[in-house]
């Protein structure tokens, strides 16, 4: 259902004189007055797709629940400003709950200097879900959108990929800071966060981009979570395949200048790893290349949780 | 739950310099730069609580979800620009649901000329609920909050009340056009949606402006449809109970300076019938007065739905 429920919705979903960038980026940009923007974003999480109540402290699931919207403010280079927050609560136990979940929500709100403006608690019959919305103010250095590389452009990642269900995925720290501070010092022509798998997210700047994306399999800063993944839980996939496909490391890819990448990468204020892991070229799809070999790649991202996938990707 | 968790919420938010208008009102307001606002707010709507999909056309869910929250921005008097979505669908028949609920939700956001900027859809194992987090503009006549109401205004109410359950909670029109209407031509103290019933949020308004509020009971405008439900569903309440508590009319509220209260009444141009109930004075409490007589009213209002209660209320 998903690619083609967003092409649905992307067909159906009427333009409006204040909605400067709408479906299918990581935030949805809106004309707000004076010269100024309101980004958005909204993500959902659930107990069961997400994370399993019964595993964890429900703090991380409402850390989690704002985590996963900064993010996509910082694929967009935002600052964020505020959220709110829909909290559906199964009955059992429904208070302590909110409470735990407000705590690891607030915690992480603090940490990014973003107001809790406001929101909805909703006890039902259902399982516990999140929805939070973020807005967000242009950085500095304006927004980055996904469709805006540019042919020989570098294909740069943040932090290393794969294994984040080991734990990342509830403890990540969105790239705010980091994209804030590469969108003033540097030129980027595009950048999307990694949700869904490098591969599959890749392949979305790509497309939108209008281009191809090669990129070297040797050159994947393969994190050590997909390591142990690959060795200790048996999963049958390579440490790269899982750095590859994973999803929700909820780091950057950007597309940068070759120019501006060689000066980013001996960046040392970044705050964050940078890796060049390939480059955008004219054509489509991706691709595995190293010296002259050339295969095609196939953006198997896993898509985490059950079907979930958010239409703005 | 529910009152005691709002209090608890408004208790441990921190402030927030962008921050205008937290927790408590009927949307937030955030300073967006240059003297422009922004005000969102967020409610969920679920299946069981607040309509039962087996006996509706899908369509009104989305309506619905998307309604609720533009009578909340209607009694800030704001502007409606943007609304994001999100969706949460159980796995029978998703698809085919998912369009039957963005056909309402889009039928109404053309009609208020409201841009849908993004979503998040996640199919899952629970029940179909709706989170649409809406974003305004102050309107040119400025925003309402509920805390302003002073002594002698005079409680104005929009339309008619009660019974909201027999058709009214999925077809109402939020009364966005005709508070920037009102708002922009008269002196209006505070405001509030009647989303939990009369009392209730009248209630509300009182409490958070520090005075009472005294009412005639024989001039509520009683809805037909609370006449309907009286005699036909055998509710063993009477027509006035209905419209005193039934919730879910999502008329407005309205506390208005006597000689301003004087003109509105009068003036054909607001686009639906007002009526004046009573007025704000010193004290604390609801209260029914006719001429010497006067006695406390329970503000007892229908929670609509299983515990559903928006906590910015």
Not at 90 to 106: D, H, I, K, M, Q
Not at 240 to 260: K, M, R, T
Request: proline share 6%; hydrophobic share 45%.
């Amino acid at each position: 259902m998903e690619l083609d429920w967003i092409r649905y919705l992307a067909k159906i979903l009427p333009n409006h004189p204040r909605l400067a960038v709408g479906i299918g980026d990581d935030a949805a940009v809106l004309e707000w007055g004076s010269g100024n923007a309101c980004l958005v974003a909204v993500d959902i999480v659930s107990d069961g797709a997400d994370f399993h109540l019964g595993e964890i402290d429900p703090a991380l699931a409402g850390r989690k629940a704002l985590a996963v919207n900064l993010s996509d403010l910082a694929a967009m280079a935002a600052q964020p400003v505020a959220a709110v927050v829909a909290l559906g609560l199964p009955r059992r136990n429904a208070r302590n709950l909110a409470e735990r979940v407000y705590e690891g929500l607030l915690t992480l709100a603090a940490e990014y200097e973003v107001a809790i403006a406001g929101g909805d608690t909703h006890v039902w019959d259902g399982p516990l879900f999140l929805a939070v919305t973020v807005l967000g103010l242009p950085g500095p250095g304006g927004i980055w959108k996904r469709d805006g590389a540019k042919p020989n452009d570098v294909i740069v990642v943040t932090g290393s990929l794969g294994g984040s269900i080991l734990g990342k995925h509830l403890h990540f720290r969105p790239r705010v800071r980091e994209a804030l501070y590469l969108a003033q010092n540097y030129e980027v022509h595009a950048a999307i966060d990694i949700s869904d798998g490098l591969l599959l997210d890749l392949a979305r700047v790509a497309e939108a981009s209008g281009l191809a994306a090669e990129i070297s399999l040797q050159a994947i800063p393969v994190d050590p979570a997909a390591e142990r993944l690959s060795l200790e839980n048996g999963t049958n996939r390579s440490p790269l395949e899982h750095a590859l496909s994973d999803g929700e490391d909820y780091e950057l890819i950007l597309a940068v200048p070759p120019e501006e990448a060689e000066r980013m990468l001996k960046d040392p204020a970044v705050g964050v790893s940078l890796t060049a892991i390939g480059r955008f070229v004219e054509g489509e799809g991706l691709w595995h290349v190293e010296g002259n070999f050339r295969a095609r790649l196939e953006p198997a991202g896993y898509v985490h949780g059950n079907s979930h996938q958010p239409f703005g990707k």
